[in-house]
């Protein structure tokens, strides 16, 4: 038997934690300011029941509620403990970790851009090699052009960007206010696409792509 | 001719336009890494063991650490 972790928040006035995974209820251990959420006596038998989709749905369900009114540092799905004590001990030694982290982005969500080519296998069907490296030099180049006219488009509600590559195309992550999408997302909905290419945003969501590495104990 | 560009915004406030592939690459790739002496076991054998310190982090600063200590490795072996 194990338990289930989904994410660390601020203890104080805790919403309504409801079920979880597999309908597990959802608890919660706390340390000084901070709790772990976790469904209890759970087995990998529990999520692998069902479609292991429905689960990381579930799984996201509980997370969102949570992260509807506060800050969330989500686990990675799935992460299991043997035991609260475990848990507990966890909070203990990272405490100022996650307190800081929790602190620094009380406010803030994160927005997904997801840039992608309509024909990213252009490049595969290019005759030489030395053909196929220069259409992917050009797709990467183009990418990069579009992904950067969209950060000034967005730039007054952004607080910062990350960007990273995706298959078949390229994602950026927007750190900005909880109040602040709408105002996003309008400002991007007047961001006209280059032909060829698919845009699609997403969020809010935890601020995952801004956590800053921490090697604790 | 190419096609032309499309622009598609999904409200995770609003889960029915949440494809599953956005909650998967969320749930499954981005969050804190918990790892700790982990035993992979099939049929009785046990064939992975891995010994970390937990992180914090993102994705991408994930894979640089995980470059970076790739790197180390090879120097070192």
């Not at chain 1, 919403?15 to 340390?31: D, I, N, Q, T, Y």
């Not at chain 1, 595969?124 to 183009?142: I, N, P």
Request: glycine content about 6%.
């Amino acid at each position: 038997m194990s338990i289930l972790l989904y994410c660390v928040t601020e203890k104080s006035e805790l919403p309504r934690l409801g079920k979880g995974v597999a309908g597990l209820p959802v608890l919660s251990v706390e340390h000084g300011e901070i709790a772990g959420l976790f469904s209890p006596g759970t087995c990998a038998e529990d999520w692998k029941g069902s479609p292991l989709k429905e689960s990381a749905r579930q799984f996201h369900q509980v997370l969102h509620r949570i992260f509807e009114s506060r800050a969330i540092i989500p686990f990675c799905f799935p992460t299991l403990m043997h035991e609260t004590p475990e848990l507990a001990r966890h909070l203990e030694t990272n405490l100022l970790e996650y307190v800081a982290q929790l602190e620094k982005f009380r406010t803030s969500v994160q927005m997904d851009i997801t840039i992608t080519q309509a024909d990213s296998a252009r490049a595969t069907r290019q005759a030489s090699g030395a053909e196929y490296l220069r259409e992917r030099q050009k797709q990467s180049e183009e990418l990069d052009r579009v992904a950067s006219q969209l950060c000034t488009h967005a730039d007054s509600p952004t607080r910062d960007w990350r960007t990273r590559p995706a298959q078949h195309g390229l994602k950026v992550f927007a750190l900005l206010d909880r109040d602040s999408v709408e105002v996003f997302n309008s400002s991007l909905q007047q961001f006209r696409v280059p032909p060829g290419l698919g845009i699609r945003i997403t969020g809010p969501w935890p601020v995952t792509a801004f956590l800053e590495l921490r090697q604790v104990g | 001719m190419s096609a032309p560009g499309t622009m598609v915004f999904a409200d995770t406030n609003e889960g029915d336009q949440l494809a599953l592939l956005d909650i998967l690459d969320h749930v499954l790739n981005q969050g804190v890494i918990l790892r700790g002496n982990l035993v992979i076991s099939l049929a009785g054998v046990d064939l992975v063991y891995v010994g970390l310190d937990v992180i914090l982090t993102s994705i991408e600063t994930a894979m640089r650490h995980i470059n970076a200590t790739s790197r180390v490795t090879e120097k070192t072996s």
